[in-house]
């Protein structure tokens, strides 16, 4: 199977997107995470879901996950608000900008390893310098399976 054969259509950003527009859209659609755009409209990066949440914890509770108990509920509901104001570009993980979209003529082997190597829960696929889709870890696994 190619990479072609297993893309989807999928949300895509900018990386002048709003930030919070951003997690609006990964919590909305449930997604594992988003294929961020340079503006020119090709992949920049890929912003994981789980780098968002870890952007709203305060750094004293990732340090130390036994104070979040501590935090009173008013204080978990404007978690979020952390994110107003930025820009998508503020917010992505260094370890995941300029990930290598798979072309569409790669293998599943091809892709998945370029999923493991960058720790990616997904990879865009282009054709003829044009985003045709974005394959994600499930649909790999779902394809591997499937034989």
């Known amino acids: 199977m190619h990479a072609e054969e297993m893309a989807e259509e999928f949300p895509v950003i900018t990386i002048d997107s ?23 409209g090709r992949p920049y990066a890929v912003l994981p879901a789980s780098q968002v949440v870890r952007f ?19 204080m978990a509901d404007r978690a979020a608000d952390k994110l107003g104001g930025k820009k998508v570009r503020e917010v992505l993980p260094e370890h995941l900008v300029d990930v290598p979209a798979a072309n569409a003529d790669d293998t ?16 865009a696929v282009m054709q003829e310098g044009k985003l045709r889709g974005v394959i994600t870890a499930s649909r790999v696994l779902e394809a591997a399976l499937k034989h």
């Open 108 to 123: 599943i082997i091809e892709v998945a390893a370029l999923m493991a190597r960058y720790r990616s829960p997904l990879i």
């Open 56 to 74: 709203i914890v305060p750094q004293y509770v990732q340090d130390d996950p036994s104070l979040a108990g501590v935090l009173n509920e008013s």
């Open 18 to 40: 709003d930030a919070l527009d951003a997690a609006r859209t990964l919590a909305e659609h449930r997604l594992p995470g988003i294929i961020v755009t340079d503006e020119s």
